[in-house]
């Protein structure tokens, strides 16, 4: 620290005196003797050598110094607060330093930074700490660095962004060299467009004629804003794009403005005296010039297209002997499989076109537009459009049904069940009677009689509750009652019936269902056995009219029912 360092003199003074046996005699170096005090006091300890002595040099004699003060031979110093003498005489402390207690310290409001006193507050290069230094343009105000009035502050200075054409409106942003900052915004010179980062004059330039985005055609020129060809030439399109500026003479030879701008002259031909002009033996036609005579796409006239594969010869469209023209091409309708023995008449997947007819692959016939084996098919079992029933397979051309399934009228038909064919083909059951595993029995709830009949026991007069008991008036529920019937249930012949289940009376006293039908709320409806089926749904057999799965009354045995809807169980 600087008042450290400031000490060292008087320290050497007073180990000089001591060296010296007290109050001895210090040769002075110029003959002159003196002595040195304790206190560091000078004071002329001899006489002078006579002949080294000038006259004008002579010492008028020691300075008195008061208590607290230091003889610095010409002047006292308080050496313990005296900054030209800090801690000794000439020791004086550096710019800014004051000394206090013998030593240089910086002044308050000030701080050592890198060895000078600096004001944190106010230097530029040390502003708020030491080494933090404001950038060029920014001065130090209590602190923190900042630009003056208008200025704003950027990584290379102060800048005012509204005029400052290397910081225009942002401190990244330079205006190019023709233009200028104004507002903050890069400008051109009035008259001028800008365009991008140009400055350019939209009445002459024209490649910004009048507006930016718009350049003259080449060769054109730019007169007040406007693009215009020069004098003898034209402005000519070429596929629909402005071409440049063509000199008029050329319209006479050029064959993309023969004549006129875009004349295009079809492909193959000239341009001679603003006319186009095809060969010798063609024509133009559209876009091209062509020999009608043996040109495909314009045989005998323009636009009259050969089929493919053909030729034209003297202006007409020929097929290759032994071909014909079907669906714009050329075919050999004894081969081709889409036009086999004329035209449109295409053979069926894998069969093949041989000598004008379709042919199935060896096995195979065609039917129906598709090749099938009518050994296996079976919606063409044995020949086309036999269908075997849906339970049934083709087997050697025979439609095959399932045991203990037969084929009937075909279909299959379940012998154990088919109250038309019980047990063996059109052995047909009787109206009250149901076929039970190939036999006919009474319908399910009705018991049969000594004489062969089918009689309900629960409303039978004649057989009520038992076979043989008769009763006077009505049997209700295989009871004999005077009562009447219920509500609910009809006399019929003292039989108390439910009309709309009882299947012999089904609607109407005696309105016997056949065997083949099911009463359902007072009507009698087809049934045909499920067969294959051995609970509801069963899709294979109930589809069409008979399309309701249900179960036969008083059975678990499944049978498809018209009109939608299942009988009672």
Known sequence: MHGTLRLLPSLLALSLAACGGGDGPVDGGGGLDATVSMDGSVSDAGTADAGAIDAGAIDAGPVACTVGETNCGSYCATTDTDSANCGGCGFACDAGEVCVDSACACADGTVDCGGACVDLSSDAANCGRCGDTCTAGQSCTAGICACPMGGTGCADGCFDLATDDTHCGTCDTACSAVQACTTGVCACAPGLLTCGVECVDG??????????????????????????????????????????????????????NCGACG????????????????????????DTCANLATDTANCGLCGNTCAEGASCTSGVCACPTGMVECGGRCVDPLLDATNCGFCGNTCPGAATCAAGACTCPPGEAVCGGSCVDLLMDPNNCGECGRDCDVSASCTSGVCVCPPPLAGIGGTCRDLLRDPDNCGARRVRCNDDQYCVSGSCECRPGLMLTAGG?????MTDPNHCGTLGTTCADQCLGGVCVATGCGAGLQNCG????????????CGGCGDVCNRDEVCVRGNCENFEVGAGCTMCPCPTRCTGDVNTCCTYPGTADVICVDNGRCPVP
């Open 263 to 286: 004349n295009a002259c079809p492909s193959g031909s000239t341009c001679a005296a603003g006319a186009c002009v095809c060969p010798v033996g063609e024509v133009a036609c559209t």
């Open 494 to 505: 003292d039989a108390c019936v439910d009309t709309e289940t009882d299947p012999l009376n």
């Open 203 to 256: 009445s002459s330039d024209p490649s910004h004629c009048g507006r930016c985005d718009l350049a003259c055609v080449p060769g054109g020129a730019c007169v007040s804003g406007a693009c215009a060809c020069p004098t003898g030439t034209t402005e000519c399109m070429s596929a629909g794009v402005v071409a440049g500026c063509t000199a008029d003479a050329t319209f006479q030879t050029d064959p993309s």
């Open 453 to 457: 009949a089918c009689v309900d026991l």
